[in-house]
């Protein structure tokens, strides 16, 4: 039975990250420039103020770093 218990807490476990994984992917494919649509209503803006919020954003990093404090936060509300 506790064989049984772990097996299936740990397919869980591989699902939900499967999920999140897809869901962040998606995210990150879906058209348009996150940092162009933040400042659309805006006009004009200066590219260093672009790269500065994409600093802050952290999509400036790698696309792992990106995903796990993605996940992090998914998980912290």
Do not use: C
């Given at each position: 039975m ?76």
């Amino acid at each position: 039975m506790r064989t049984y218990v772990l097996s299936r807490l740990a397919i869980a476990i591989l699902t939900l990250l499967g999920m999140s994984a897809v869901i962040f992917v998606l995210l990150r494919i879906a058209p348009g420039d996150i940092v162009d649509i933040i400042f659309a209503s805006a006009g004009y803006v200066d590219p260093a103020a672009k790269v500065e919020i994409r600093k802050e954003l952290g999509l400036d990093q790698p696309v792992i770093v990106q995903y796990t404090r993605w996940l992090g936060e998914v998980l912290r509300g």
